[in-house]
């Protein structure tokens, strides 16, 4: 009797398709990223048949896995930007800047179709869907290909008599194929070698040339093929992916492909199959052909070579085949362990919470091993301490990405709006394996696209100008990223007209951003005025800048990530804008200190040292807030003052003396603790717009301690200063200055 199976929570069709589709999430803006980044580059190099190759590929994953996963909107309108990149491997069209362009436009209309399903981003527009399809069957050559073309909703269906069954992309699968070229491929004007070497780019693949059809010498007719091919190949991409190789060919060559391995399924074996087996499966070796071997008492390989029923390039072929299972065995065995997963942002997320939760439960429990001062129970601290050091640290380097994934869709930004302004420039990128918390870089993405708009507007001049001052017609901007102990620099440089500091100094001037008295203001300093809001030298309003709005936005959103900006500029040789960010904005080294009965928290990499503030020196400074360290004046900022604590300092304070872009500023405490394990909590909503404070942390005897924001300290004290004293005393930017 068969055994009675009890039904799944849900196995309707429109559940198995949601789940299909959530599947194909993360890959389907993978493909994405990955064709725009082939346009571009085909772009440049329109002969290059591996680009032209990538960006059908592309394609055509997206038609396949649209389809299976119920897109049949997007499987339909790719299939007839995939017709026409067929027509372009084909020879029958070429590369050019409409072709690239409208491409691009479809892809960007395929992205707005995922994001109706995926993100709630509106419906896509299905008029312009049918417009770009239309754009595309233009293109086509006046042959039958016209008339063969499908609307954007139907497309063609090949179908194949005969063959192995299709095995599903994505997946691990091994295949045997046998390319036996048509002797005059030649003369077609089709190497089989480059379509070898493009069966190699799709996975581990190892391929024999059979040559016991190679006529003598005196029969050989230069012009013809008499080599065939025997490989071995293992690849995720599916038996489409195998026929689109050989798609020019099929139907003057012979091949066929055939399934050996699926996803590991022969893992349970014992051993991969006997020499003899395989040969008997490709048709090479007869029932009586092995009979006749086995009547010797040698190798099996050397006894069919010898009775004469193998060549010996068909079982140096088997043998590959044999070696190469066994050595994917043992590689999928070994990666069992490391295999990679996708997992939910929402679970990371919940994870990085649980793990700072943790933190905080282990220095409340560190406090009070030491309060019971108990030898084992200190000892127990010390362990748990170090485990959740690890695991802190192996959490934040799960959510660590590399910000090169957001680096590839600037050249789309910079190629776009150089169009659009008249100009030529191009990007350049390094340090895109550069690592940062997922987080930072999803924050990141905007702030980037203002600045390098910018140094397309603002920056790079028109080709005839730079011309004219001896630069290349193109301009270039360089982006750049690399790590600085706890914090990455990510630098955006052009080789422009530079900052007009001039016209800023002007400008800052007549918004009383600056006092006109000070013609001595550095230009570091000078330059930090256009990311004030509203600040703009654009001499007409366009639709890229002129209207004040921009850099701001820029400063708000790396401020939000705890980063500062530092902008250097000569004139007619270009700008550099560098940004400095924490590598992660969950948990933070930390310094803590005390004022009174208030604890405060100082990030841990802007701390260079700490010095004694006496009342002797108090008195040497005459009342202004600077200490002599070792013979450099360093301004200070009281704490205490700056946030009305109550009760009076101790005889001797301590300064922490921090550098904040460059300057030395210092803060002054009543006691100083050390250092500190911060998790980082967001204040409430009605301490959110507390000036000076990033957010919170809780100790382990569950007293809350405040992160301080030292740039914001930092620059507030500066305009109180300016506006204070008209001149007069030295304030902290004057000191520094």
């Known amino acids: 009797m068969d055994e009675i199976r009890e039904p799944l929570e849900d196995e309707s069709p429109e559940h198995i398709i949601a789940k299909l589709r959530e599947t194909f999430k993360d890959e389907a803006y993978e493909l994405l990223a990955e064709l725009e980044a082939a346009l571009l580059e085909l772009e440049k190099s329109p002969a290059d048949e591996d680009l032209t190759g990538r960006v059908f590929r592309a394609l055509h994953t997206i038609k396949g896995s649209g389809a299976t996963c119920g897109f049949r909107d997007v499987s339909g309108f790719t299939h007839e930007v995939e017709t026409i990149f067929d027509m372009v491997r084909k020879g029958k069209i070429a590369v050019s800047k409409e072709l690239i362009d409208l491409t691009l436009k479809a892809r960007d209309q395929i992205k707005a179709m995922f994001d109706q399903y995926y993100r709630g981003g509106g419906s896509a527009d299905t008029v312009r869907t049918r417009e770009i399809a239309a754009s595309f069957k233009n293109l086509l050559p006046d042959t039958g290909d016209k008339q063969n073309a499908v609307s954007p909703y139907g497309p063609r269906r090949h179908t194949e008599s005969g063959g192995p069954s299709q095995a599903v992309p994505g997946k691990n699968v091994t295949y045997r194929i046998r390319f036996r070229p048509a002797q005059d491929i030649l003369s077609q004007g089709v190497?089989?070698?480059?379509?070898?070497?493009?069966?190699?780019?799709?996975?581990?693949?190892?391929?024999?040339?059979?040559?016991?059809?190679?006529?003598?010498?005196?029969?050989?007719?230069?012009e013809l093929c008499y080599t065939y091919w025997d490989a071995i190949l293992t690849t995720s991409q599916g038996m489409n992916a195998i026929k689109d190789v050989f798609i020019f060919v099929k139907d003057s060559s012979e091949l066929k492909v055939d399934i050996i391995d699926e996803d590991g399924k022969l893992d349970d074996e014992k051993s991969y199959k006997r020499i003899s087996d395989i040969l008997v499966e490709r048709g090479d070796l007869t029932a009586d052909g092995l009979q006749k071997a086995l009547k010797s008492k040698k190798l099996m390989g050397e006894m069919l070579v010898e009775a004469g029923v193998v060549a010996p390039g068909h079982?140096?072929?088997?043998?590959?085949?044999?070696?190469?299972?066994?050595?994917?065995?043992e590689k999928r065995q070994t990666a069992e362990s490391t295999s990679s997963i996708r997992v939910s942002t929402d679970r990371l997320d919940g994870l990085v919470d649980l793990v700072s939760e943790m933190v905080t439960v282990q220095a409340r429990f560190s406090r009070a091993a030491a309060l019971f001062n108990n030898p084992e129970l200190l000892s127990i601290a010390e362990e748990v301490e170090r485990l959740t050091g690890e695991l802190r640290d192996n959490t934040m380097s799960i959510r660590m990405m590399p910000i090169g994934t957001t680096f590839s869709k600037f050249k789309r930004v910079v190629r776009d709006l150089s169009s659009e302004l008249g100009k030529e420039a191009v990007?350049?990128?390094?340090?895109?394996?550069?690592?940062?918390?997922?987080?930072?870089?999803?924050?990141?993405?905007?702030?980037?696209?203002?600045?390098?708009?910018?140094?397309?507007?603002?920056?790079?001049?028109?080709?005839?100008?730079?011309?004219?001052?001896?630069?290349?017609?193109?301009?270039?901007?360089?982006?750049?990223?690399?790590?600085?102990?706890?914090?990455?620099?990510?630098?955006?440089?052009?080789?422009?007209?530079?900052?007009d500091a001039n016209g800023i100094r002007a400008k800052a001037t007549e918004k009383g951003l600056v006092d006109g008295n000070r013609p001595d203001l550095p230009d570091r300093e000078l330059f930090q005025f256009i990311l004030a809001p509203g600040f703009s030298t654009a001499k007409k309003v366009t639709d890229v800048s002129g209207r004040g709005v921009g850099l701001d936005v820029v400063k708000k959103a790396i401020d939000a990530l705890r980063g500062s900006i530092e902008i250097s500029s000569?004139?007619?040789?270009?700008?550099?804008?560098?940004?400095?960010?924490?590598?992660?904005?969950?948990?933070?080294?930390?310094?803590?200190?005390?004022?009174?009965?208030?604890?405060f928290v100082f990030p841990l990499s802007l701390v260079e040292e700490c010095v004694e503030l006496t009342r002797e020196?108090?008195?040497?400074?005459?009342?202004?807030?600077?200490?002599?360290?070792?013979?450099?004046?360093?301004?200070?900022?009281?704490?205490?003052?700056?946030?009305?604590?109550?009760?009076?300092?101790?005889?001797?304070?301590?300064?922490?003396?921090?550098?904040?872009?460059?300057?030395?500023?210092?803060?002054?405490?009543?006691?100083?603790?050390?250092?500190?394990?911060?998790?980082?909590?967001?204040?409430?909503?009605?301490?959110?717009?507390?000036?000076?404070?990033?957010?919170?942390?809780?100790?382990?005897?569950?007293?809350?301690?405040?992160?301080?924001?030292?740039?914001?300290?930092?620059?507030?004290?500066?305009?109180?200063?300016?506006?204070?004293?008209?001149?007069?005393?030295?304030?902290?930017?004057?000191?520094?200055?």
């Open 315 to 329: 079982v140096e072929s088997a043998l590959v085949e044999q070696q190469h299972m066994k050595e994917l065995r």
């Open 427 to 499: 990007l350049v990128t390094e340090g895109a394996e550069t690592e940062l918390d997922k987080t930072v870089i999803e924050r990141l993405s905007d702030p980037l696209v203002h600045l390098i708009r910018n140094c397309i507007d603002h920056g790079i001049e028109p080709p005839e100008t730079r011309k004219v001052t001896g630069k290349p017609g193109q301009g270039t901007v360089h982006l750049s990223a690399i790590h600085s102990g706890a914090h990455v620099l990510i630098q955006i440089r052009d080789d422009g007209a530079g900052l």
């Open 191 to 222: 190497n089989p070698v480059s379509l070898l070497d493009e069966l190699r780019r799709l996975g581990d693949c190892t391929v024999v040339a059979q040559t016991d059809a190679v006529p003598k010498l005196e029969d050989l007719n230069p």
């Open 617 to 737: 020196g108090v008195k040497n400074a005459c009342g202004r807030n600077i200490a002599n360290v070792r013979g450099d004046i360093v301004p200070y900022i009281r704490l205490r003052e700056r946030f009305s604590i109550d009760g009076g300092p101790p005889p001797i304070e301590q300064i922490v003396i921090t550098r904040v872009e460059d300057k030395r500023v210092g803060f002054v405490v009543d006691h100083i603790i050390g250092g500190h394990q911060t998790v980082i909590k967001n204040l409430g909503g009605f301490y959110r717009n507390v000036e000076g404070i990033s957010g919170a942390t809780i100790l382990g005897d569950g007293t809350v301690a405040l992160i301080l924001d030292v740039p914001k300290l930092v620059q507030s004290s500066e305009k109180e200063e300016m506006q204070s004293l008209k001149g007069g005393e030295p304030s902290i930017q004057k000191t520094v200055a």
């Open 570 to 599: 000569q004139k007619g040789l270009g700008t550099t804008i560098t940004l400095k960010l924490p590598l992660t904005l969950a948990i933070i080294d930390g310094f803590l200190t005390r004022i009174g009965a208030e604890y």
